[in-house]
């Protein structure tokens, strides 16, 4: 037996060349992170509102001299009970009214923000040194030879 050298197989006489290779792996290391953080700012907004009001027009129409009949209508001319009062005759009461904006807020969704991740595929090129086994063969008779 030769130190350093593996002991063959007793039953057998051969021998086992063997080399190493590259083996290629990959191991995952932090890069970055991302996060989406919501917060709210104010900010003064104008928008315009449409409003109506009603308004008083006093319209005086002449009756004509074919429509001028007789008739017998209380409010025409009335008693003196009737028109006596602090408040004089018959009162037509004509009520006016107006719209006023009034602001308020609701809130509405406007947009979905969202992370995620995409994988992209590289292909690197890993480079590096490897070992092989010889062996030389010493025969009688011939030249020496080499495997591996």
């Known amino acids: 037996m030769i130190p350093g050298q593996p002991q063959a197989d007793a ?6 060349r063997s080399e190493e290779r590259l083996v ?5 290391h932090e890069t970055g992170r991302a996060r989406l953080r919501k917060h709210v700012v104010t900010e003064d907004v ?3 509102v449409q409003v109506r009001r009603e308004e008083l027009r006093l319209e005086r129409i002449p009756v004509g001299e074919h429509a001028r009949t007789p008739v017998a209508d209380p409010d ?19 009520v006016l009214h107006e719209e ?19 994988v992209e ?3 690197h090129i890993a480079t590096g040194e490897v070992r092989k ?4 063969a010493d025969l009688p008779g011939r030249p020496p030879m080499t495997f591996g």
């Open 11 to 16: 039953t057998d006489d051969a021998m086992t």
């Open 121 to 123: 595929t590289e292909n």
């Open 46 to 48: 104008q928008i315009t």
């Open 133 to 136: 086994e010889r062996i030389e």
């Open 24 to 28: 290629a792996g990959t191991e995952v």
């Open 100 to 118: 006023r904006p009034v602001v308020t807020t609701e809130v509405v969704p406007v947009e979905r923000v969202r992370l995620s991740k995409l």
């Open 76 to 94: 025409a001319i009335g008693t003196v009970e009737e028109f006596g009062g602090p408040d004089g005759g018959v009162i037509f009461e004509v």
